[in-house]
């Protein structure tokens, strides 16, 4: 089971929309896979077509993380159905959630202890039959995300191609350097993904080439474009890979070829 945590430090770049396309390249791909949704907002459970109803929440089960059972509480998301409605499958796609509340937020807060930093590490130990989980995170460095770099094989920064998110992402490079050594020390790799590139943008441009040059190979590829459609799908709690429209066509083959590239795909994929 890898364990990915999407990250940033600065709001609306689009980090719950790269969490969404990846859990979707999932989908499509067949691997089995788990989304727990850290960020207060609860945006990716609204985006995944998920309410707890009578599960605990992902706050609810960190309060008492020594005995929640996650695997109990996760609902599955209503993509699920819809992508066995519209192909013949062998077998049934996996894409569960933990959802998420505002409650998650009594932990977003920097002064969170040691060992209030592995109550999602406790969670995440007693679960199986996942070959991927996806950690949407708040975009701040305080306790909720600490706490899923310490349960994470790898951390995702979402950045854009501007002077305020490339500064953001810089300093969120040095944060998790430090919290690796004191922390995680088995914290594998730190990648930056580029979203909301818009070609016509000499600005862009610019920054991009900054950003290779500061980041150098951690800079994933393929960089994701502008795309006018998401708050359309997200507002309609559907997979990029289920919308109509040579744009999701484009954007999903992007997202997948980055799934490739955060996490080798073909390895993960159920026997």
């Known amino acids: 089971m890898q364990v990915v945590s999407i990250s940033s430090l600065k709001g609306g770049v689009g980090k719950t929309s790269v969490t969404l396309g990846l859990a979707s390249a999932a989908l499509a791909a067949g691997i089995p896979t788990l989304v ?77 202890r040691a060992r209030d930093l592995r109550r999602l590490t406790q969670l995440l130990s007693r679960t199986s039959g996942y070959s991927l989980v996806l950690i949407d995170c708040p975009p701040s460095l305080n306790g909720l995300t600490r706490m899923a770099w310490s349960a994470s094989d790898r951390v995702v920064l979402v950045a854009e191609p501007s002077l305020f998110s490339v500064a953001g992402t810089e300093r969120t490079q040095r944060a998790l350097e430090m919290f690796r050594k004191e922390y995680a020390p088995d914290l594998g790799p730190i990648d930056v993904v580029v979203n909301r590139v818009r070609k016509d943008s000499a600005e862009h441009a610019f920054r991009l080439t900054e950003m290779r040059s500061m980041f150098g190979t951690s800079v994933l590829t393929p960089e994701l474009p502008e795309f006018s459609e998401w708050q359309q799908i997200q507002g309609a709690a559907y997979s990029v890979h289920q919308w109509p429209g040579k744009g999701a066509k484009r954007t999903s083959e992007l997202f997948d070829s980055l799934l490739r590239n955060i996490t080798e795909a073909p390895k993960l994929a159920a026997k």
């Open 36 to 112: 727990i949704d850290l960020d207060p907002h609860a945006d990716a459970s609204t985006g995944l077509g998920v309410r707890a109803d009578d599960k605990l929440t992902i706050g609810r089960m960190l309060k008492v993380a020594r005995k929640a059972d996650l695997s109990r509480n996760i609902v599955s998301s209503s993509w699920q159905s819809k992508a066995v409605s519209k192909r013949s499958l062998t077998r049934v796609p996996v894409l569960d959630v933990a959802v998420g509340d505002a409650y998650t937020g009594i932990y977003d807060r920097p002064d969170l």
